[in-house]
């Protein structure tokens, strides 16, 4: 099993751009979700998935858009990118059953 | 409502025991997590404990905790150079989106 793989790793945007972060898993969760993590703030939910089809806002949605058209990819588009948005976003996964979530290695993305 | 608290360094000498504390406010959760986080890498899943025990041994980890007090505590025993990272307290609520409520996380030195 590869886990819980995103892309990019780092990504550079220009204030107004768009662009998708790439969440996947092979292990079959139903529950996917992504985080924000600045510095001294911990990591705070953005949204989250409890299986295909079904998507919910967490505690800091404004700015972004998620859908879940299969068990395994939970993609996080930023329709128009801020530099508030400049933050390291992971992805994590698990199943409904327990809640032991698994983490990706993150994405590194900074807004000019 | 929801808040993890954690201080955010704590230095200690190799083969000292290292001692990381997290308080939580909502009584209702079931799930007390501790996460490492290795400089630019993802979440690592430590240990957990279940809200009605008390204490959890696994290898050097130990982790104790206080329902009364709403306190948490990861012991690390014969801390290591490798041991060195952030380590973030996380809690996990019943019902609603179950999602992780972390804490801003503690930064473990370990000096030779």
């Known amino acids: 099993n590869a886990g819980v793989t995103q892309t990019p790793k780092f990504q550079v945007l220009k204030t107004g751009q768009s662009m998708t972060l790439q969440c996947a898993q092979d292990?079959?969760?139903?529950?996917m979700s992504w985080y924000r993590q600045d510095p001294g703030m911990g990591l705070r939910l953005i949204h989250y998935?409890?299986?295909?089809?079904?998507?919910d806002q967490g505690e800091v949605p404004n700015g972004y858009n998620v859908s879940r058209s299969t068990t395994e990819d939970f993609p996080l588009r930023l329709l128009s990118a801020a530099p508030s948005q400049t933050s390291v976003y992971f992805c994590?996964?698990?199943?409904?059953?327990?809640?032991?979530?698994?983490f990706g290695p993150g994405t590194r993305l900074t807004v000019l | 409502g929801e808040d993890v608290e954690q201080s955010l360094f704590l230095s200690v000498r190799e083969g000292d025991s290292s001692v990381i504390n997290c308080t939580y406010t909502?009584?209702?959760?079931?799930?007390l997590y501790w996460y490492k986080q290795e400089p630019g890498a993802g979440l690592q899943l430590l240990t957990y404990?279940?809200?009605?025990?008390d204490m959890k041994q696994d290898q050097r980890l130990t982790v104790l905790l206080n329902k009364k007090d709403k306190h948490l505590s990861l012991r690390i025993a014969d801390t290591q150079t490798g041991d060195s990272a952030i380590y973030f307290c996380?809690?996990?609520?019943?019902?609603?989106?179950?999602?992780?409520?972390f804490g801003s996380g503690t930064r473990l030195q370990v000096q030779p």
């Open positions: 292990m079959n969760h139903e529950y």
């Open positions: 998935s409890v299986g295909a089809g079904i998507t």
């Open positions: 909502d009584s209702s959760s079931t799930y």
């Open positions: 994590a996964s698990r199943l409904l059953s327990t809640d032991t979530q698994y």
């Open positions: 404990i279940f809200s009605n025990m």
């Open positions: 996380a809690e996990s609520l019943l019902g609603g989106r179950r999602a992780l409520t």
